[in-house]
T-cell receptor, first 109, second 114 residues
Framework: GQNIDQPTEMTATEGAIVQINCTYQTSGFNGLFWYQQHAGEAPTFLSYNVLDGLEEKGRFSSFLSRSKGYSYLLLKELQMKDSASYLCAVNNAGNMLTFGGGTRLMVKP | EAQVTQNPRYLITVTGKKLTVTCSQNMNHEYMSWYRQDPGLGLRQIYYSMNVEVTDKGDVPEGYKVSRKEKRNFPLILESPSPNQTSLYFC?????????????FGQGTRLTVV
């Protein structure tokens, strides 16, 4: 079966760094995506990892360890607009995505 | 502009009254899918399609139907809606075989069944 776990909620302070973890157990693995979703809006793409290691993209970085079934999304220099849900999704085979429940991040002044 | 368009954005209906939510993409993507999103449960896949006339069940297909007569369109049909189908629905598309390409999502349809 497919199982993707993320913390339900996190709180951080403006200007700080926050790490959102995702662990997965899936049948087949063709990469892991992170999406950002503001309340009531469509998810938007943040990052993709298929090889072990860190991918950096501006204030956002994503890490993957396939042997551990683990990924994290790192957000630096937090801004109020980063308050959103962050979705971890595993591409099992082809383009079939399985999503975790999402982590709701609240950034406080 | 590359986009996925869903209609309607908001819909309130009564139990048992058939409805269709439309989804259209202009990127010539082969793969299209429908998700529902409920608090605490994340995005769950309802149905997906890998090409015209090829559809298959996702994780929560009960109570839903889909069709894929044209590549650009993938409507979601609720033949007899029930209150437990009240949810936020998203359509998504992506090119098949390019596993590193993200899915593009529509704006969402908030459905309430009373």
């Amino acid at each position: 079966g497919q199982n993707i776990d993320q913390p339900t909620e996190m709180t951080a302070t403006e200007g700080a760094i926050v790490q959102i973890n995702c662990t997965y157990q899936t049948s087949g693995f063709n990469g892991l995506f992170w999406y950002q979703q503001h309340a009531g809006e469509a998810p938007t793409f943040l990052s993709y990892n298929v090889l072990d290691g860190l991918e950096e993209k501006g204030r956002f970085s994503s890490f993957l360890s396939r042997s551990k079934g683990y990924s994290y999304l790192l957000l630096k220099e937090l801004q109020m607009k980063d308050s959103a849900s962050y979705l971890c999704a595993v591409n099992n085979a082809g383009n079939m995505l399985t999503f975790g429940g999402g982590t709701r991040l609240m950034v406080k002044p | 502009e590359a986009q996925v368009t869903q209609n309607p954005r908001y819909l309130i209906t009564v139990t048992g009254k058939k409805l269709t939510v439309t989804c259209s993409q202009n990127m010539n993507h082969e793969y299209m899918s429908w998700y529902r999103q409920d608090p605490g449960l994340g995005l769950r896949q309802i149905y997906y399609s890998m090409n015209v006339e090829v559809t298959d069940k996702g994780d929560v297909p009960e109570g839903y139907k889909v069709s894929r007569k044209e590549k650009r369109n993938f409507p979601l049909i609720l033949e007899s809606p029930s209150p437990n189908q009240t949810s936020l629905y998203f359509c998504a598309s992506s090119p098949l075989g390019q596993t590193n390409t993200e899915a593009f999502f529509g704006q969402g349809t908030r459905l309430t069944v009373v």
